[in-house]
């Protein structure tokens, strides 16, 4: 499926101008459109990012200090929510999220501990705490001004032969040379491939 369906404990940042308030997901789980209730200002427009972002504030239209975190957690034929950055601007309650990352879709053929996305001689940033800009509906996430910069991504934990595993990445073209690693879980050998194209997300 390549639609994204709301769980129950998700939460998302709403900005009414000058405050970040947390909002829960109220009804709608297990669907792609899902009420949140929470506390704000009543305001002309609001912006919003998901996942719910503590340390976050609005700068104009932009939001800062929004962390696309350089280890995942690997969650079988899915994504860690805590890296699916989504972000939506409105003049009503009526809020439709863009997605700000886009996703290494993976299917390794045997059990795995870890596996690594490293851009080829740290030619791009994939991973920190950066500002994100509604950019008219296409999100970009800016992470050149981040004070730790990550180069690579780790998913982690139990990943099983067969299953389906996306990684999230930022807007960022990874250059031909761009590896990705796979350790085994029975005997901690790495397997590495090499991508000969750039790729574009």
Do not use: H
């Not at 427009?45 to 932009?62: E, F, I, M, R, W």
């Not at 809020?95 to 993976?106: A, H």
């Not at 940033?125 to 509604?134: K, Q």
């Amino acid at each position: 499926s390549k639609v994204i369906n709301w769980e129950s404990d998700d939460k998302i940042s709403i900005f009414d101008g000058t405050n970040n308030k947390q909002f829960t997901l109220k009804d709608g789980k297990g669907t792609p459109n899902a009420t949140f209730t929470g506390e704000a200002l009543e305001s002309g427009s609001y912006t919003a990012v998901y996942p719910y972002q503590s340390t976050a504030s609005l700068s104009g239209n932009d939001v800062t200090n929004v962390t696309l975190p350089a280890t995942q957690t690997a969650t079988d034929n899915s994504f860690d929510k805590n890296a699916a950055l989504m972000m939506a601007q409105s003049n009503s309650n009526t809020l439709n999220f863009k997605n700000v990352v886009g996703y290494v879709k993976v299917k390794p053929t045997f059990n795995c501990t870890r596996i690594d996305l490293k851009a080829f001689d740290n030619s791009a940033v994939l991973a920190g705490t950066g500002t994100v800009s509604y950019n008219n509906g296409e999100p970009k996430l800016d992470l050149s001004n981040a004070e730790t910069k990550n180069y690579a991504i780790t998913l982690t934990g139990d990943i099983k032969a067969g299953n389906y595993y996306y990684i999230a990445v930022p807007p960022v073209t990874l250059k031909a040379g761009w590896t990705i690693e796979f350790t085994a879980k029975d005997n901690g050998k790495l397997y590495s491939r090499k991508g000969t194209n750039d790729i574009t997300f």
